[in-house]
């Protein structure tokens, strides 16, 4: 009987061992630096453009506006700071 639960306690060990060490390759493989940067790089990319690889000019055309702005910003400092 003592071999018995022996045996199934050394069974439920490898199973906790087997499932931790799948848990850590998974966050080791999440935490990947190529794979974070591929990840930030998809999701900046789907603010901009469509899956069917259209523009989105909802989110662009706010973006060069305020790109625009913010240049227009420094040349009128610039110019009052001379």
Known sequence: MAKADTDEL???????RLRLAGTVDE??????PKKVAR????NFKARFVTDEGEPKMETI?????????????LV???????
């Open 76 to 82: 009128v400092i610039r110019r009052i700071v001379r």
């Open 61 to 73: 055309i706010p973006v060069v506006l305020g790109v625009v702005g913010f240049i227009g910003a």
């Open 39 to 42: 990840r930030s790089l998809r």
């Open 27 to 32: 966050l080791i493989d999440r935490t990947s």
């Open 10 to 16: 050394v069974d439920e060990i490898e199973h906790i």
